[in-house]
């Protein structure tokens, strides 16, 4: 992090705290949007709380506006700290000087901190706002089922668990318990947060700056197309920036319709600017292990039909770095090379880039578990390959700084861990790999875990001794 940058986290920590050490513009202008569930959550770290449908009929906007995040809005404004919010109070609580996701979020450029912070503390606290960042999940209709997601994201893993049942693992995020109390809207249903969504657009998209739609597969969502048929006959959304969240499994022609619009979005001027989000963490027969539902060649061909189809657009592809990636990631790293050199042609435009968050949840995906010593060498060449292959031609073909700082990062985070991964969350996290992945192959069609990666025959004998003994 530059000097620069971290003295503006400062300045804006600084104004957050002339209302109060609980001070978060997050509650007042950002949102996520579960509107299958019908929940919502400011920001990631707190639980997602249900919007109560009697408060939407009146008032579309509380699908944010909720009395029980104005209730949190009250605390804030009054110098307390929301409970909800122990993520942030976690890390500002350490002694010394430390910077919580409060300070990073509210130094992001879609806010200016100052400002809003001097009109939200002049106004009502129960007052009604509209968000700047908006991400919204119409549905879980998905055409994939990734390992490490689950059935809330998911249709398709909701599926499978209603034929074959649960995992018989303890970290189990797969159950399906929660369709007994909660209502989950299947996409071609009628549901009332969509309506409430549709109620409220026309006076939200006044204010909206970034807009994310994200899924389940947000291409398969019939409310996607229909935003953007809505985006591209307006005339005021040209400040609004759009994101789309895509697996990129869907058919060819979903595609070649998605990016004709954001064609017509850009060159019309209708939005100030779009980007593309989309997930791989491995490349070929290893990838569509982790990922079931992918097509890998028909991945490659959606990607460069979008990139052909819309001049100057990028692609940014999310890696969830797991376990399996351990071992696998050179020929994904290979592969971004690859398209690098076919696709950057301007030397100041990288449109293949790409980012190695890693996995921390759940436990039996989780890079920790593996044995540091037998497994440490595939991390320590992937790094090296990085470094071998940094930008030195002047054109975006070889990898970027960043790229490999946070490479570096992935390494660090599977040598040291954190307090976090304890030797309890080890020793079921390898009895559950055993557990997980032996009945995740009796389910699924294709080769198994050990035919496709060779590499993991010791560790997955050693858990099966683990959860055996
Ligand atoms: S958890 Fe932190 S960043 Fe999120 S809303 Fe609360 S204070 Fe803000
Ligand atoms: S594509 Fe996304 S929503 Fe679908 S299963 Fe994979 S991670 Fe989950």
Not at 72 to 79: A, D, F, H, S
Not at 264 to 273: H, P, Q, S, T
Not at 346 to 370: A, G, S, V
Request: glycine content about 6%.
């Amino acid at each position: 992090m530059s000097d620069r940058y971290l003295d503006r986290v400062r300045n804006v920590r600084d104004t957050l705290n002339s209302v109060g050490h609980g001070f978060c513009l997050q509650k007042w202008r950002h949102e996520t949007l579960y509107l299958h569930m019908g929940d919502n959550h400011s920001c990631y770290h707190p639980r997602p709380q249900r919007i109560p449908l009697d408060e939407i009929t009146e008032n579309p906007s509380a699908l944010h506006n909720t009395k029980w995040k104005k209730q949190q809005r009250k605390i804030m404004l009054e110098g307390g700290r929301p409970e909800e919010c122990y993520y942030c109070w976690n890390v500002e609580n350490l002694p010394g000087e430390h910077f919580s996701d409060r300070m990073f979020h509210n130094a992001s450029t879609w806010i200016d901190a100052k400002a809003e912070t001097e009109m939200v503390r002049n106004l009502p606290w129960d007052q009604d706002y509209n968000p700047y960042f908006l991400e919204v999940s119409f549905g879980n209709g998905c055409n994939f089922k990734c390992g490490y997601c689950c059935p809330q994201a998911s249709s398709l893993w909701e599926q499978e668990i209603r034929e074959h049942g649960n995992y018989d693992i303890s970290y189990n995020q797969y159950g399906i318990d929660y369709l007994k109390n909660t209502k989950v809207y299947r996409d071609d249903e009628q549901n009332p947060y969509v309506d409430a969504f549709w109620k409220w657009w026309p006076d939200l998209k006044k204010d909206l700056r970034v807009l994310r739609l994200t899924g389940g597969e947000a291409m398969i969502n019939p409310n996607t197309m229909k935003l953007m048929k809505m985006l591209e006959e307006g005339d005021d959304t040209q400040h609004l920036e759009l994101n789309l969240n895509s697996n990129m499994g869907v058919a060819n022609s979903r595609v070649i319709r998605m990016a004709e619009s954001v064609r017509n979005l850009l060159d019309k001027k209708k939005i100030k600017d779009f980007k593309l989000y989309t997930s791989l963490e491995a490349w070929g027969p290893q990838a569509e292990y982790m990922r079931r539902g992918l097509n890998q060649d028909l991945w490659l061909q959606n990607v460069e039909t979008y990139l052909e189809m819309v001049p100057d657009a990028a692609i940014s592809i999310m890696c969830t770095y797991n376990i399996l990636c351990v071992a696998s990631f050179r020929p994904f790293l290979e592969k971004i090379l690859e398209l690098r050199k076919k696709w950057n042609t301007n030397p100041w435009q990288n449109r293949i880039m790409f980012d190695t968050p890693y996995l921390k949840e759940p436990p039996h995906w989780m890079i920790n578990l593996l044995p540091k010593e037998e497994f440490g060498k595939y991390i320590d060449s992937d790094l090296l390959f990085i470094q071998d292959n940094l930008i030195t031609d002047g054109l975006v073909h070889g990898f970027q700084e960043q790229e490999y700082e946070k490479m570096k990062r992935v390494r660090n985070y599977f040598y040291q861990g954190g307090a976090r991964i304890s030797d309890e969350l080890i020793l079921n996290g390898r009895k559950d790999f055993y557990k997980f992945f032996t009945e995740y192959d009796n389910r699924s069609v294709g080769l198994g875990l050990l035919e496709l990666f060779p590499q993991y025959k010791d560790f997955y004998y050693m858990c099966k001794e683990l959860n055996n003994g």
